[in-house]
T-cell receptor, first 114, second 111 residues
Framework: DGGITQSPKYLFRKEGQNVTLSCEQNLNHDAMYWYRQDPGQGLRLIYYSQIVNDFQKGDIAEGYSVSREKKESFPLTVTSAQKNPTAFYLC?????????????FGPGTRLTVL | GQQLNQSPQSMFIQEGEDVSMNCTSSSIFNTWLWYKQDPGEGPVLLIALYKAGELTSNGRLTAQFGITRKDSFLNISASIPSDVGIYFCAGTISGNTPLVFGKGTRLSVIA
């Protein structure tokens, strides 16, 4: 089946540790995105990548890092510099051809920092 | 960053009632999208709108791209319990510009 996978579904980390969230897509989409969702805040863009080996900061990039070495993968690292990392993280992708504004989301990873 | 004004924030309705929600922006958009998110899951795309004045349906859902290009509306007819969730609007001016999301409308349906 084509789609976007995020793993793990739930992640627990101690304060001060870096953690990497996985996002993989087999939709052959060029663009990929990471969002953070907090209660009542909607979706806020962390980073996005429109092509392999290139990415741009979103609205809340501080304390996060990404890489885009392969078209199908866009991992997000939550570093110890992120002051409030506990949140629900969503990955999305979209095609750059045709209706390229239509983003499709993965199931999300809920990160809890203890 | 820019955000859309989505209203209402929450709604409690009886099963069978119709629902209306809307989104407004201070900027002109060329694309409006509506998503639904179930608890603990990622949002699912419901309807995409690409032309001012466009009216598009998906089953019991109907969405409209406002003629001013600064607003969009979503209607749900004859609501059922599985309509429960958070509905998000999103918009953008171009394909090279990331989507801007509203804060969502939380819908609760009372059987």
């Amino acid at each position: 089946d084509g789609g976007i996978t995020q793993s793990p579904k739930y992640l627990f980390r101690k304060e001060g540790q870096n953690v990497t969230l996985s996002c993989e897509q087999n939709l052959n989409h060029d663009a990929m995105y990471w969002y953070r969702q907090d209660p009542g805040q909607g979706l806020r863009l962390i980073y996005y990548s429109q092509i392999v080996n290139d990415f741009q900061k979103g609205d809340i990039a501080e304390g996060y890092s990404v890489s885009r070495e392969k078209k199908e993968s866009f991992p997000l690292t939550v570093t110890s510099a992120q002051k409030n990392p506990t949140a629900f993280y969503l990955c999305a992708s979209s095609s750059q051809a045709g209706r390229d504004n239509e983003q499709f989301f993965g199931p999300g990873t809920r990160l809890t920092v203890l | 960053g820019q955000q859309l004004n989505q209203s209402p924030q929450s709604m409690f309705i009886q099963e069978g009632e119709d629902v209306s929600m809307n989104c407004t922006s201070s900027s002109i958009f060329n694309t409006w999208l509506w998503y639904k998110q179930d608890p603990g899951e990622g949002p699912v795309l419901l309807i995409a709108l690409y032309k001012a004045g466009e009216l598009t349906s998906n089953g019991r859902l109907t969405a409209q791209f406002g003629i001013t290009r600064k607003d969009s509306f979503l209607n749900i007819s004859a609501s059922i319990p599985s309509d429960v969730g958070i509905y998000f609007c999103a918009g953008t001016i171009s394909g090279n510009t990331p989507l801007v999301f509203g804060k969502g409308t939380r819908l609760s349906v009372i059987a």
